[in-house]
């Protein structure tokens, strides 16, 4: 598509204007069309390249697609939908992780909003998840690709407006908003849950721990910490895990008084509800929590099994070939990480790793491809050119 477009950009240079100024103005205005098609390709080749098998990121890479491909198979399967493309991972350098959905401008990749550019990245067909620096170092981190995947299931399946039906109707009134600004994440949350078990609430409450105060305050399109955890908490309850849900949020705010606090127990004890809704979701002929792995949250002998394998120099972990596989080995990882006083844990790691390359059901996270890429390249040109 890439190429498609220069060779346009090269045909517009072939009957130059004879006025200077106007040639000027020409060039001018390729010269900025051109750095976008760089800009753009910039942008993809710094995470295709992590993929090459001299990069130092190579093998984590493929460990990290098993993850994902694994969670996103999952979904497509339960609705009985044939899925598209899915996500391409690569190492950030943030300490979080974070999705950019196929429909997203990226955002070193922004334009003006009447630009017809905006439209031209709005088509791009590749969704990408940004994973933490961290897991090069501890690659039990790639666990966050479970949450991540789920934004792009919720919209790739059309999930959007269930998912804030849901929280509308399960929320009060006067707590609506604030639900349903928090959908997207919320839905993200419980997805992973039923991925990977308590490993995606681990994460999560790495992640956002902080003071009292932090605790109990919206993050951007999160929920007060305190909240989000009760989430998390109350879909492995919900599952047959024990866990600390509301009740547990709710005797830590026990002797705490303020705004904040009241604020935080009006919607703690609409959490419950919100649960149960998203989980009713429907997804094909089933509900959301169809998706729950059983092989994470009831099989914990195996999570434990594999998690003591993986501390092994000649770790035994099958079967492998499965699709429910790389989540029970993060599930195991992550158990390890926080039970364990691991003697070696660069070992463990390197164990994880390999073993996950090699995990899986059959198959591709790429999809057969809906439309004619010739034609999507010729579309993508028509729009680059749009301003001529």
């Given at each position: 598509?890439?190429?498609?477009?220069?060779?346009?950009?090269?045909?517009?240079?072939?009957?130059?204007?004879?006025?200077?100024?106007?040639?000027?103005?020409?060039?001018?205005?390729?010269?900025?069309?051109?750095?976008?098609?760089?800009?753009?390709?910039?942008?993809?080749?710094?995470?295709y390249?992590?993929?090459?098998?001299?990069?130092?990121?190579?093998?984590?890479?493929?460990?990290?697609?098993?993850?994902?491909?694994?969670?996103?198979?999952?979904?497509?399967?339960?609705?009985g939908?044939?899925?598209?493309?899915?996500?391409?991972?690569?190492?950030?350098?943030?300490?979080?992780?974070?999705?950019?959905?196929?429909?997203?401008?990226?955002?070193?990749?922004?334009?003006?909003?009447?630009?017809?550019?905006?439209?031209?990245?709005?088509?791009?067909?590749?969704?990408?998840?940004?994973?933490?620096?961290?897991?090069?170092?501890?690659?039990?981190?790639?666990?966050?690709?479970?949450?991540?995947t789920?934004?792009?299931v919720?919209?790739?399946?059309?999930?959007?407006?269930?998912?804030?039906?849901?929280?509308?109707?399960?929320?009060?009134?006067?707590?609506?908003?604030?639900?349903?600004?928090?959908?997207?994440?919320?839905?993200?949350?419980?997805?992973?849950?039923?991925?990977?078990?308590g490993?995606?609430?681990?994460?999560?409450?790495e992640?956002?721990?902080?003071?009292?105060?932090?605790?109990?305050?919206?993050?951007?399109?999160?929920?007060?910490p305190?909240?989000?955890?009760?989430?998390?908490?109350?879909?492995?309850?919900?599952?047959?895990?024990?866990?600390?849900?509301?009740?547990?949020?709710?005797?830590?705010?026990?002797?705490?008084?303020?705004?904040?606090?009241?604020?935080?127990?009006?919607?703690?004890?609409?959490?419950?509800?919100?649960?149960?809704?998203?989980?009713?979701?429907?997804?094909?002929?089933?509900?959301?929590?169809?998706?729950?792995?059983?092989?994470?949250?009831?099989?914990?002998?195996?999570?434990?099994?594999?998690?003591?394998?993986?501390?092994?120099?000649?770790?035994?972990?099958?079967?492998?070939?499965?699709?429910?596989?790389?989540?029970?080995?993060?599930?195991?990882?992550?158990?390890?990480?926080?039970?364990?006083?691991?003697?070696?844990?660069?070992?463990?790691?390197?164990?994880?790793?390999?073993?996950?390359?090699?995990?899986?059901?059959?198959?591709?996270?790429?999809?057969?491809?809906?439309?004619?890429?010739?034609?999507?390249?010729?579309?993508?040109?028509d729009?680059?050119?749009?301003?001529?």
């Open positions: 598509m890439l190429l498609r477009m220069l060779d346009r950009l090269d045909a517009e240079l072939a009957d130059p204007p004879p006025d200077p100024g106007q040639c000027y103005e020409r060039c001018r205005w390729l010269d900025g069309r051109l750095a976008v098609v760089r800009r753009l390709f910039d942008w993809y080749a710094v995470k390249d992590q993929r090459l098998d001299d990069h130092p990121h190579a093998v984590l890479m493929r460990a990290a697609d098993e993850v994902v491909r694994g969670c996103w198979q999952a979904a497509f399967v339960v609705a939908v044939t899925p598209p493309t899915g996500p391409v991972c690569f190492l950030d350098t943030g300490t979080d992780g974070h999705s950019v959905r196929r429909c997203s401008v990226p955002a070193d990749f922004r334009v003006p909003e009447d630009d017809p550019l905006a439209e031209f990245v709005a088509r791009l067909p590749v969704p990408v998840v940004a994973l933490p620096e961290v897991a090069a170092r501890e690659p039990w981190w790639l666990v966050v690709a479970a949450h991540e789920g934004h792009h919720q919209h790739d399946l059309d999930l959007v407006t269930a998912t804030v039906d849901a929280v509308r109707d399960a929320a009060p009134a006067d707590l609506q908003r604030e639900w349903r600004t928090w959908s997207g994440e919320v839905f993200a949350d419980v997805f992973s849950v039923l991925m990977v078990g490993a995606a609430a681990w994460a999560v409450e992640l956002q721990f902080g003071s009292p105060d932090h605790l109990l305050r919206p993050v951007g399109p999160y929920p007060p305190v909240v989000r955890s009760a989430v998390l908490g109350e879909v492995l309850i919900g599952m047959g895990t024990p866990a600390a849900g509301v009740d547990a949020a709710r005797e830590w705010l026990t002797g705490r008084t303020g705004p904040l606090r009241d604020r935080a127990l009006r919607h703690l004890a609409a959490v419950s509800d919100v649960v149960s809704a998203l989980l009713g979701i429907p997804l094909g002929e089933k509900a959301l929590r169809s998706l729950v792995d059983r092989d994470v949250l009831s099989h914990t002998s195996r999570v434990e099994r594999w998690a003591e394998q993986l501390g092994r120099v000649k770790p035994v972990i099958t079967p492998l070939d499965t699709r429910a596989a790389p989540r029970v080995l993060l599930a195991a990882a992550v158990h390890r990480h926080r039970t364990t006083d691991d003697a070696d844990p660069p070992l463990s790691g390197r164990n994880l790793v390999a073993a996950l390359t090699r995990s899986g059901a059959p198959g591709l996270l790429a999809g057969t491809p809906d439309r004619d890429l010739g034609g999507l390249a010729d579309d993508l040109a729009l680059l050119l749009g301003g001529a």
